[in-house]
T-cell receptor, first 111, second 113 residues
Framework: QKEVEQNSGPLSVPEGAIASLNCTYS??????FFWYRQYSGKSPELIMS????GDKEDGRFTAQLNKASQYVSLLIRDSQPSDSATYLC???????????FGTGTRLTIIP | DTGVSQDPRHKITKRGQNVTFRCDPI?????LYWYRQTLGQGPEFLTY????????KSRLLSDRFSAERPKGSFSTLEIQRTEQGDSAMYLC???????????FGSGTRLTVV
């Protein structure tokens, strides 16, 4: 059974600081990795995807992947109150269509 | 195109009744997925279609659940003889390539009383 683990939080970060969200996964054949943001009562929204070891940057967001250690992280620079949400990590295996999600980390940006 | 549409947004039903939800994916997406999410949990995979073919179905999905995508466009998810444990948000998503992630609809929140 594939597992995707996230610290449920809540994680509180002052406005303007860097928020760091972590995710570990159990299956070594996992190939694609995604971060989704979910506001309370809303559906998940894709914010980052990463497939190769290393960093991938998109605006204030940076995804980091380390396949040897089986973890993926999301950094949010210059955190804003609008970043307050639950962040879901999801992984996908080669040849498998479904995404396996973690339980999410609730992030609160403190003004 | 306005994204993935789901209908209804909310559904309250009595235990034992049947319910049906509809999903209209993004038009150029041939892949369609159904997920279920309960409070404090991540979305849980239910089933997957590529065009009209249902190619994968979760072992967790009981026989009371059935999904169709008759012409490879919209999809329906039916739950027969609903139980209180079926109360959840039912999410539909679509994509053109699994490696690029999904676009989710707004979901249908089901409450079984």
């Amino acid at each position: 059974q594939k597992e995707v683990e996230q610290n449920s939080g809540p994680l509180s970060v002052p406005e303007g600081a860097i928020a760091s969200l972590n995710c570990t996964y159990s299956d070594r054949v996992s190939q694609s990795f995604f971060w989704y943001r979910q506001y309370s009562g809303k559906s998940p929204e894709l914010i980052m995807s990463i497939y190769s070891n290393g960093d991938k940057e998109d605006g204030r967001f940076t995804a980091q992947l380390n396949k040897a250690s089986q973890y993926v992280s999301l950094l949010i620079r210059d955190s804003q109150p609008s970043d307050s949400a639950t962040y879901l990590c999801a992984v996908n295996d080669f040849g498998n269509e479904k995404l396996t999600f973690g339980t999410g980390t609730r992030l609160t940006i403190i003004p | 195109d306005t994204g993935v549409s789901q209908d209804p947004r909310h559904k309250i039903t009595k235990r034992g009744q049947n319910v049906t939800f509809r999903c209209d994916p993004i038009s150029e997406h041939n892949r369609l997925y159904w997920y279920r999410q309960t409070l404090g949990q991540g979305p849980e995979f239910l089933t997957y279609f590529q065009n009209e073919a249902q190619l994968e179905k979760s072992r967790l999905l009981s026989d009371r659940f059935s999904a169709e995508r008759p012409k490879g466009s919209f999809s329906t998810l039916e739950i027969q003889r609903t139980e209180q444990g079926d109360s959840a948000m039912y999410l539909c998503a679509s994509s053109f390539d699994r490696n690029y992630g999904y676009t989710f609809g707004s979901g249908t929140r089901l409450t079984v009383v």
